[in-house]
């Protein structure tokens, strides 16, 4: 499983579309963001990803 790298550019939708696909296929995943406007859009991802994976049981969170 590789780490999913979050720019300040990224656009949180892709990411949160990567971030599903990765849960759907291991189960957990790994984020990586450096800077404060690479991990606002991180966790906007994350936000995203938890609709995403929520009809199929699993609750997403960060640690």
Do not use: T
Not at 12 to 29: F, I
């Amino acid at each position: 499983m590789d780490i999913l790298k979050v720019s300040a550019k990224s656009n949180p939708n892709s990411v949160a579309g990567a971030l599903a696909g990765v849960l759907r296929e291991h189960g957990r995943a790994e984020m990586q963001a450096i800077g404060a406007g690479a991990l606002n859009q991180a966790i906007k991802a994350v936000a995203i990803a938890r609709g995403f994976v929520a009809p199929s049981g699993m609750d997403l969170i960060c640690i």
